[in-house]
């Protein structure tokens, strides 16, 4: 199963320096694996102020999407070049 699971359901994603992975409202998809660069996280917080978060090699983010439907609370953007791998929750479901 673990085989498929990595066959199927992951991804590469690349990112240069300043590019957009997703925005705030966006409905979320797939969870991501950071294996080179660093991505940066701004949340907009109840208070209506942005909170910011760097995330780098060995972190992931947006797991809730596999046992949930989700939408993007914030916006990520890779702050160096990046690769990811993404998880796509749809793929994950069917395999398993």
């Not at 992975?21 to 950071?34: D, H, I, K, R």
């Not at 990811?84 to 479901?93: E, F, H, I, P, R």
Request: glycine share 6%; hydrophobic share 45%; net charge negative.
């Amino acid at each position: 199963v673990m085989q498929k699971v990595c066959n199927v359901s992951l991804q590469p994603v690349v990112l240069s320096e300043g590019d957009v992975l997703f925005s705030l409202g966006e409905t979320a998809y797939a969870m991501y694996f950071v294996k080179m660069g660093v991505m940066r996280y701004k949340r907009l917080c109840d208070d209506h102020s942005w909170e910011r978060e760097q995330i780098g090699v060995t972190r992931w983010f947006c797991e809730a999407v596999l046992w949930t439907s989700w939408v993007h609370q914030g916006n990520m953007r890779a702050k160096s070049d990046s690769e990811l791998l993404a998880l796509d929750s749809l793929k994950l479901q069917e395999v398993c």
